[in-house]
């Protein structure tokens, strides 16, 4: 806060000594009444607001309170107090210092008393805070971990409302086309309103549509060279004209491809067929005709850009149907064509059924790389090495996204998984860094990135830049909301855990890198616990020459499965009763 100024004097000393302590008081309590009776005061004199010493004796005085007892039951409303007479403070002096503050307290405030009534209201000052101050981007991410870190807080509907503004704020601004539109169709967030004005941009080719089914799951990717605005629409069916129930996607600034196929016939329980056509000169719509439907989502995803739209009916376990990606099945021993009821997961009374391993990278996709070693090859042999050890550990199915060199986009990984009825997802990956000191293990599942060095992982993998995973949070809240955030944590943790200790048993000097979040395009719409794993530096020489050797990835190898074991007897201590899966050591 700056400064005494001149101004009020009488009123600063009335205030000064309103705020003396109270006498003889000795707890805190005290102290904490009389500085909210000595704010409400402040309130009813707006000469003596005008004074910046009367916000900080205030501030100092509810700070007091919490420092003297930092763990004791009037901690998190003292922070709270304090926070905001600092946030009052910087919109009356517009010190810099005072919303650093006010921001620092209520983030301290939210993490340290996660159960205190006050976290998610914590959580969205901060929020309310960016947004005020014209920082749209960072404030819709304050607001997401409202939605994330405190579900069932009070300030979930107001929070909601708020993203909702800041969607609108935030979309695309649209191509200038000519493209109309049905009176009342409103654009769902994502997306972009329509503009009446012509174009004069050149018009963006849609190369290809292509789809993955089940009964209760269908994704359907759009392609195009580069990116465009669209609208997505649900409309009602029309019975008098026999038109079914339509979802359609406007891609506007576009043409159709010649060699697109404009009527892609599905039927899987959820869909009748995709049609994609050229709606007027510039804009192509690509529109679902709809059997049944529970929800759906709609996102886009960058190099080269893709419309998704997930499709999504009651869930009914062991129905699984492959679209058109092929099955990698791992070949089976003698030992795991035995019963099931000889395996872990059947002795143990889980469900763990099939289990997809993702090798990151493939075909003109190399990954990273020195020296003579690619990440493609390295992620594909950990793969091929693990799948039988878990086959025959679990008694599961593993499928494997490739099986061989190949180039998988990585919205066909996660379809992949899917349309496959998939229990676990498990991405495959090696880690390159500037640095050559820079080594360890990390495990990272689908949320908000939390760190720079997150971000930069996210951005190499998802083939992008770092100001598009900037970006890519900003669209991710509908989407995480209905992801298996918690369950894919608890996997990253077990999977890490187990990989860090086989290593340790054979290795000295394996780093820790933690598990870690961020938001990766692979694990995007994954309808079950998913993660990335990144085993190793390629970068760093010592973890270069392991990477090269065969003793280094079985052991890998073994160290995922050990991991998986680990996630499994969690999840039969919580369904037995016997504790949390939080209660596994969290490494």
Not at 164 to 183: I, Y
Not at 377 to 406: H, N, S, W, Y
């Amino acid at each position: 806060m700056p400064r005494n100024s001149p101004l009020a004097i009488f009123a600063l000393l009335a205030l000064l000594l309103s705020l003396a302590t109270p006498a003889g008081a000795q707890d805190e309590s005290a102290v904490f009444k009389q500085a909210k009776t000595d704010y409400a005061w402040l309130l009813e004199h707006p000469k003596a607001q005008k004074v910046p010493s009367n916000w900080q004796v205030l501030a100092d005085r509810f700070a007091r309170v919490y420092k003297s007892d930092p763990n004791g039951p009037l901690a998190p409303k003292a922070m709270y107090w304090t926070a905001r007479i600092h946030s009052v403070a910087f919109f009356r002096f517009k010190q810099q210092s005072d919303l650093n503050e006010a921001v620092d307290l209520y983030r301290r405030l939210s993490k340290r008393f996660p159960k205190s009534p006050l976290a998610d209201d914590a959580q969205f000052k901060i929020a309310r805070l960016y947004e005020k101050t014209g920082d749209l981007k960072r404030a819709y991410v304050e607001y997401l971990r409202v939605t994330m870190n405190h579900p069932n807080g009070g300030m979930v509907a107001e929070t909601r409302r708020r993203l909702d503004v800041l969607e609108r704020e935030l979309a695309p601004k649209p191509a200038q086309t000519g493209a109309k539109t049905n009176p009342g169709e409103a654009a769902v967030a994502g997306g972009t309103a329509p503009d009446p004005k012509a174009s004069t941009s050149p018009l963006i080719s849609v190369t290809q549509v292509k789809h993955w089914s089940t009964p209760t799951y269908t994704r359907v990717v759009a392609a195009l060279d580069r990116p465009v605005p669209y609208t997505a629409n649900l409309l009602k069916s029309n019975l008098s004209v026999n038109k079914p129930r339509r979802l359609y996607v406007d891609l506007r600034g576009a043409r159709l491809a010649d060699s697109v196929k404009e009527t892609v016939p599905i039927q899987d329980g959820l869909l009748l067929r995709a049609r994609a056509g050229q709606f007027n000169p510039s804009t192509v719509r690509m529109v679902l005709d709809i059997k049944h439907l529970a929800s759906y989502k709609v996102f886009t995803l960058d190099n080269p850009f893709r419309v998704v739209v997930d499709c999504f009916g009651k869930v009914v376990k062991g129905h699984a149907k492959t679209g058109k990606l092929k099955v990698h099945k791992v070949k089976r021993g003698r030992a795991q064509q035995d019963p099931p009821e000889l395996g872990l997961a059947a002795a143990l009374g889980l469900k763990l059924r099939r289990i997809v391993l993702d090798p990151g990278h493939g075909g003109k996709d190399q990954g990273c790389s020195h020296g003579r070693l690619k990440e493609k090859d390295i992620t594909l042999d950990i793969a091929l090495r693990t799948a039988p050890i878990l086959a025959k550990t679990l008694g599961c199915q593993v499928l494997l996204t490739r099986k061989r060199d190949e180039f998988i986009p990585l919205e066909n990984r996660t379809a992949f998984a899917n349309t496959n009825d998939a229990d676990l997802f498990i991405s495959i990956h090696v880690n390159a860094a500037p640095s050559r000191g820079l080594s360890g293990i990390e495990t990272y599942y689908l949320n908000l990135a939390t760190d720079s060095q997150s971000m930069q992982v996210a951005a190499r993998e998802n083939a992008t830049t770092r100001r598009s995973i900037s970006d890519l949070q900003v669209i991710l809240n509908d989407l995480m909301l209905h992801s298996k955030i918690n369950e894919s944590n608890r996997l990253a943790r077990a999977v890490h855990g187990g990989l860090l200790d086989t290593l340790r048993r054979r290795y000295k000097s394996v780093r820790d890198l933690k598990v870690k979040q961020a938001p990766f395009y692979v694990l995007i719409g994954a309808r079950m616990p998913s993660i990335l794993m990144e085993v190793g530096f390629i970068s760093n020489s010592q973890e270069y020459r392991r990477l090269s050797s065969d003793r280094y990835r079985d052991r890998v190898a073994l160290g995922i499965v050990d991991g998986v074991k680990a996630y499994a007897k969690a999840l039969k201590g919580a369904s037995a009763g016997l504790g949390p899966m939080g209660t596994m050591a969290a490494r």
